[in-house]
């Protein structure tokens, strides 16, 4: 019997939502960059993205590239996992993993500061462990 795209529906939404967050996250990045741009005009300063150290751009972009270093192993692990135990035990762990990645500017704040804020853990520990999970539940199936 061949599995089919309704097998895979759940896992197809996690990789769609993941994906449309990455770019809900570089369209803030977009806008507030325009933002500054026309703040920093406002005072007479030039802004600059890069060396310019605006704690809000640093928050946007941490938050966005924070999403772009990790996804490529959940999606790596979360197909893998859909494929070789479960469509619905990968679904519901990429669901907490999404859930917690759309959190991640909420707890980081609109200004990145030089402490790590409680906040942060309670967002991206349930990632990392969804990471975990998929790779044990891989070495469960191989291994049996």
């Known amino acids: 019997m061949t599995a089919s795209a309704h097998d895979f529906l759940g896992p197809i939404l996690i990789t769609v939502a993941l994906i449309g967050l990455y770019y809900v996250f570089m369209v803030r990045i977009a806008i507030l960059k325009r933002t500054l741009a026309s703040e920093y005009r406002e005072k007479g300063e030039k802004f600059d993205r890069y060396f310019g150290q605006d704690r809000r751009m640093l928050s946007a972009d941490r938050a966005q590239l924070n999403l772009l270093e990790h996804m490529p192993p959940f999606l790596t692990l979360m197909w893998l996992n859909a494929v070789f135990v479960s469509p619905t035990v990968a679904t ?8 917690t990645r759309m959190a991640h500017p909420l707890a980081m704040g609109r200004r990145l500061g030089r402490d790590v804020r409680l906040s942060i853990l309670a967002v991206t520990g349930p990632g990392y462990l969804v990471i975990v999970f998929f790779v044990v539940s891989l070495l469960v199936a191989a291994l049996s």
């Open 92 to 99: 519901t762990a990429g669901a907490v993993y999404v859930v």
